[in-house]
């Protein structure tokens, strides 16, 4: 799956808690919300610092509300597909909150998926294929 597929995949399953998901689809999401992230950061800071042309569509990017709105729900979903995908419950996307609870989540989301089935649905490599 390459970034862009990634990013459709991610967007096209806005609020699906439901299913597996890959390696490359978690990672070149967060990458992809990483660079919106520093975009909004970006552009807020030229709009605080007195830049009078400042177009409409940079004024709608740098309001929070609208970066969550569009970027947070992905995330957390796709946070959650791809814990599935290591046969971990969605739950546990919540252990990052807790400071040590970000070494075994980093681990279960660069380890490789489980081959064939688990208990969360199919492969996600074998349900491409067949599309």
């Known amino acids: ?11 096209s399953k806005y609020a699906r ?3 597996r998901s890959l390696r490359s689809e978690f ?3 967060q990458l992809f919300a990483t660079i919106l992230s520093c975009y909004s950061i970006g552009t807020d ?3 605080t610092h007195g830049w009078d042309n400042y177009p409409l569509f940079l004024e ?3 309001n ?3 970066y969550y709105l569009i ?15 290591v046969d971990r419950s969605g739950w546990w996307v919540l252990i990052p909150f807790i400071i040590i ?4 989540f980093l681990y279960w989301v660069c380890q490789k998926g489980d081959e064939g089935e688990n208990r969360f649905g199919p492969e996600p490599l074998a349900s491409d294929k067949k599309q």
Do not use: C, E
Request: glycine share 4%; no cysteine.
């Open 45 to 47: 800071y030229l709009y």
């Open 64 to 66: 929070k509300w609208l």
């Open 27 to 29: 990672w070149y999401f």
């Open 17 to 19: 808690f439901s299913g």
């Open 1 to 11: 799956m390459n970034f862009f597929q990634a990013i459709k995949s991610a967007l």
């Open 101 to 104: 609870g970000l070494i075994p």
């Open 71 to 85: 970027i947070f729900i992905p995330q957390i979903t796709v946070s959650v597909r791809r814990l599935h995908d």
């Open 60 to 62: 709608m990017i740098q």
